[in-house]
């Protein structure tokens, strides 16, 4: 049956992940700023980012609140004028017609819904 997600526990009990679980998987990093829809629904679309170390993703806002759940690495989140840093597993909500930036500490990759 198609589009079914397989969960498998390894002897250690730890569950790996395989199939559209693993967002991370489904991007790759590249010499700019690289992002794809990955879900789109009638009021909203999910997102994934790779973004190199050395590359920037500058302050700008949005018309929509935008919570962001980072898959990889550690950044520095800016929102209007307060610095937030962020590590793999944690989420923040970008807040609708605010200023936000993206200052990667290390390679991240990230998933956005707006």
């Given amino acids: 049956m198609a589009g079914l997600l397989a969960l498998s526990c ?3 009990g730890k569950k790996e992940i395989s199939g559209e679980l693993d967002l991370a998987s489904k991007i790759e990093y590249g010499d700019k700023i690289v992002n ?11 997102l994934l980012f790779a973004i190199k170390k ?7 806002s ?11 690495g550690s950044a520095k989140i800016t929102i209007g004028s307060t610095e937030h840093f962020v590590v793999k597993g944690d989420m923040i909500t970008l807040p609708k017609n605010i200023d936000h930036g993206v200052y990667p500490e290390t390679n991240i990759k990230f998933l956005l819904l707006k």
Avoid at 36 to 46: A, D, I, L, P
Avoid at 62 to 72: K, Y
């Fill in 36 to 46: 794809k829809v990955v879900f789109e629904g009638e009021n909203y679309k999910m």
């Fill in 10 to 12: 390894t002897d250690q």
């Fill in 62 to 72: 949005a018309p929509m609140d935008a919570p962001l759940v980072l898959l990889e």
């Fill in 54 to 60: 050395d590359q920037v993703l500058p302050p700008h």
